[in-house]
């Protein structure tokens, strides 16, 4: 009975264990795309797709783990909005291009500024946050140093070198009185005093 049926047996087994290898492949590729697509997913949530820079809800994540991570000391903290000047008028007088290739400009230059420790985000269409690791001096030259790296950025169109200023609102403050809706609403108050003083300045408040 074995001489008879083993060759189909054999023939059988081998179908089933090539099916059974088909499937598992399969299945690995199905989670492997799931994976990517919950990375994906995950990075589109939290990352601006022009500048891939961390956005609104990243920074506000990452400040809150910042603020909260145990066993280290507790230095000042300076919370930076910058507000471009003018930037709407940017977009429509010379399109969206023009204006997408400032933002992109600006990005590579604001990180060539910023340290490693420190985060980097674009916060909404024309404003970016930083959150740094300085004290009220060191905060204000990083904020100058900001300025002028955002006054000299230029992008070319037609002929012309274009470019744009900046407003930037500073805030020091040290937990625990480190809360982040008061240290934003402390900032936005100074940005916009900056803006209101004639824009392409900073100005300092502390917490």
């Given at each position: ?6 060759p189909a ?12 290898a088909?499937?598992l492949?399969r ?13 994906d ?20 994540r ?11 000391a ?8 910058l507000?471009l ?16 290739a400032l ?6 230059r ?8 420190d985060l ?7 404003e ?11 905060a204000?030259t ?12 230029r992008?070319a ?6 470019g744009?200023?900046a ?30 003083l004639?824009?392409n ?7």
């Amino acid at each position: 009975l074995l001489n008879q049926t083993g060759p189909a047996f054999a023939v059988a087994l081998g179908i089933l264990g090539f099916v059974v290898a088909l499937l598992l492949h399969r299945l690995w590729r199905s989670s492997r795309a799931l994976e990517s697509k919950q990375i994906d997913a995950e990075r589109q949530a939290t990352e601006d797709p022009l500048t891939r820079l961390p956005n609104r809800l990243s920074f506000e994540r990452q400040f809150d783990l910042i603020i909260r991570e145990p066993g280290r000391a507790r230095p000042l903290t300076t919370l930076l909005m910058l507000d471009l000047d003018r930037f709407k008028a940017v977009n429509d007088t010379y399109g969206h291009a023009v204006g997408d290739a400032l933002l992109c400009g600006i990005t590579r230059r604001l990180a060539a500024i910023v340290r490693e420790t420190d985060l980097l985000a674009r916060y909404g269409g024309d404003e970016f946050a930083v959150l740094a690791r300085l004290d009220a001096a060191g905060a204000n030259t990083r904020g100058r140093r900001l300025l002028a790296a955002i006054e000299a950025m230029r992008v070319a169109w037609q002929g012309q070198n274009l470019g744009t200023t900046a407003s930037i609102g500073l805030t020091t403050s040290q937990p625990p009185h480190m809360v982040f809706d008061e240290l934003l609403s402390k900032t936005d108050a100074a940005c916009f005093e900056a803006k209101e003083l004639g824009g392409n300045r900073l100005f300092a408040t502390e917490q």
